[in-house]
């Protein structure tokens, strides 16, 4: 059975819940089956031990729409476009003109705002041209969370984030978090649903310290009671029995807080861990709370995915669109670009760590009557990890930034080829990461998955 | 696979694990519930359990404990409000964050409101010791104690219960009594915590927490 099977919903058999001992035939069945899949595990328990680091998720999403051309899929501006106006003239010098940038051996132009990402070019796969099919910020959030066409603004797919504890998960205590952000998990067992954060402040709250706690003699006594204590809605309720549920939440929130992690998401400490986190992101602001506190759930194992909005404040639709669009890219880009130097501390190589960065759709080539640009649907994906081909697959229209058929298997314009779309990247992402892709029907782009994980 | 004397005795302790797992499983006391057992799967959509929106909680622990939690809205997101914006759906996960965050809420409820208990003269404007007679010393042996259990699961769980051997006291019993000696002149000194553990107790039950 796969990972993912393994991992999804069973509720026959687990609300099942019995007032008195209660051995019938297929609780008899049901034990001797457990007793040969523990025998069947037995002589393997080792090998399962042995393989404890997981691979490591993060998506960094940025809030508004953002502007491509000032980012991954930029014109160079000695060139005239007929549908498209770089607006250089409305920007500071700066955000002007992009940079040639080395990917797979190609050299491919990165945004003027993308300078605190060069450094990782070396493990970077952008997707472009994706056909976002909406301009409606809420549909399009869904659609890019889950790669799966929404229903109007409700979520049908699970979030990317939930799929990658799903495949990868270890027993870590947080699995899957998401930090100001929704999360979506339709077909995962519960404990692969995300700890949701409404700031990344609030991790604090949720490993630290119970607040207003009773003696410790009374809050263990207080333990045994809830332990003990018999729940009389349970015989009705499908699924995981509630008592159960929190049994775990209580234990996993006991654990937390006998590892005394949250030192470690303290970053005005005067510690060397904290002093060097401060050096490396912008910690006064969200961009650096929210990707520090990622890849600190990541380097601490609480957590396998991590889910974060990075930057929102990018729908910018009139004349702030010159100044705020590319500073505020740059913000995000340069948190980032400190998260990826941070986990790559550990992991130089990304050989147990993919970060996608993404938006919900991208912004009008031409700049509107107000000086701002509106939404648009050509939009890109970045990767950076080391299961895809490195370098650039698919295009948007050179002249117009409009949408234009590719080549599945080398990425290049063809008009015999398919139009990207979020299920073909995320199909091909989570294919590579060791997930099951049948459900976002399209096949994966197999020529760009370097490699497969098993999960 | 060669059939050996080990292969036989691991299979043989692998049944026996299996047959001792499933009679850990059940209630040992023989406890008859009278209703019928649900089988999961017949239980329409609608009519499971489901626990309760942030919202539902803080007006539950509200109305429970007579005090407003002071953090609700600060963590009301985190516990499952839609902003109705980017999420359309109430969050009704137990999750470890839940499990977390309404912890904290009963703790800082339950003992205010405990505390707001001990300096009320009027036993029918209290809430958490309403039958408890002698306020000063709280005593956890006192023989108004079972009444008091009795009234608190009336009030958070809705469960009006005759009998004080009744098991669904017990472990709250053991939680107002355990290592205390009813013959120690001091035992009273931890009667206010006490109490606030049992409130707690009660509002981070699954009866509590779910409908």
């Known amino acids: 059975m796969s990972k993912r099977n393994r991992n999804k919903l069973h509720s026959a058999g687990l609300g099942k819940h019995q007032c008195g001992p209660h051995l019938d035939r297929r609780a008899l069945l049901q034990g001797a089956l457990g007793g040969a899949a523990m025998y069947a595990l037995w002589p393997i328990r080792p090998l399962l031990a042995q393989d404890s680091d997981g691979h490591r998720f993060v998506a960094c999403f940025l809030e508004g729409g953002w502007d491509v051309l000032l980012a991954a899929d930029p014109r160079d501006p000695s060139g005239s476009y007929e549908g498209i106006d770089l607006g250089t003239d409305r920007l500071a010098a700066e955000f002007r003109d992009p940079r040639p940038v080395s990917m797979g051996g190609t050299e491919h132009l990165w945004g003027p705002t993308m300078l605190a990402l060069e450094p990782h070019a070396d493990l970077a796969t952008f997707f472009r041209g994706i056909n976002m099919n909406t301009v409606s910020h809420d549909t399009a959030r869904s659609y890019s969370h889950t790669g799966r066409q929404p229903a109007g603004a409700l979520a049908r797919g699970d979030s990317i984030g939930t799929v990658a504890a799903a495949v990868h998960d270890k027993g870590s205590l947080l699995p899957n978090t998401a930090i100001s952000i929704p999360s979506f998990n339709r077909d995962f067992d519960n404990r692969f649903s995300a700890i949701r954060m ?118 910018t639709h009139r004349g702030e669109w010159a100044v705020q669009q590319p500073t505020r890219l740059v913000e995000a880009f340069e948190a980032i670009g400190a998260m990826i130097t941070h986990l790559r501390d550990d992991d130089p190589n990304f050989e147990r760590t993919t970060v996608m960065v993404y938006s919900e759709f991208a912004r009008t080539p031409k700049i509107n009557g107000d000086g701002g640009r509106d939404h648009w649907f050509a939009d890109s994906v970045m990767i950076f990890g080391s299961t895809l081909k490195t370098g650039v697959f698919g295009s948007s229209n050179e002249q117009d930034l409009g949408l234009i058929s590719v080549n599945t298997t080398t990425g290049l314009p063809d008009e015999a080829g398919v139009q990207l779309k979020p299920e073909h990247v995320m199909a091909t992402l989570v294919q590579s990461l060791g997930g099951d892709p049948s459900p976002y029907r399209e096949d994966p782009l197999s020529a760009w998955i370097e490699k497969e994980l098993t999960p | 696979m060669i059939w050996t004397k080990r292969v036989t005795a691991r299979f043989a302790a692998a049944i026996v694990c299996s047959f001792l797992a499933f009679g850990c499983s059940g209630k040992s006391e023989g406890y008859a519930d009278p209703r019928r057992i649900v089988d999961p799967e017949e239980v329409p959509e609608t009519k499971r359990i489901r626990r309760l929106t942030a ?71 209290r809430v958490i010791l309403r039958r408890i007679n002698d306020m000063d010393s709280l005593d956890p042996f006192a023989t108004d104690v079972g009444e008091n259990l009795r009234y608190l699961l009336l009030r958070f769980h809705g469960v009006y219960v005759t009998a004080e051997d009744d098991r669904r006291l017990q472990p709250w019993f053991t939680l107002l009594q355990d290592g205390l000696d009813p013959n120690d002149p001091g035992r009273a000194a931890q009667g206010e915590e006490r109490w606030a553990a049992v409130c707690t107790g009660l509002a981070l039950h699954p009866d509590f927490l779910t409908y």
Do not use: H
């Open chain 2, 55 to 125: 919202d539902q909680f803080f007006a539950a622990l509200a109305v429970a404990t007579g005090q407003q939690w002071d953090d609700a809205e600060q963590f009301a997101a985190t516990l499952g409000r839609p902003d109705f914006a980017e999420v359309t759906v109430e969050g009704r996960e137990m999750s470890v964050g839940f499990a977390k965050l309404a912890g904290d809420g009963a703790r800082e409820t339950c003992r205010r409101a405990v505390e707001f208990d001990r300096d009320n003269g009027d036993p029918a404007s």
């Open chain 1, 198 to 315: 409404n700031n990344p402040r609030e991790i604090r709250d949720l490993i630290g310290p119970t607040r207003n706690a009773l003696s410790e003699g009374v809050e263990g006594l207080l333990n045994q009671a809830l332990e003990d204590a018999y729940s009389c809605v349970s015989p009705a309720y499908s699924g995981r029995l509630p008592e159960d549920e929190l049994r775990i939440s209580r234990d996993r929130i006991r654990k937390l807080q006998e590892q005394d992690v949250v030192a470690r998401f303290d970053f005005n400490a005067d510690t060397p861990e904290m002093n060097e986190i401060r050096a490396l992101y912008p910690i006064g602001d969200s961009t650096g709370l929210s990707t520090a506190t990622a890849a600190q759930l990541l380097r601490t194992g609480l957590s396998t995915a991590v889910t974060t909005r990075v930057r929102g404040g990018l729908d």
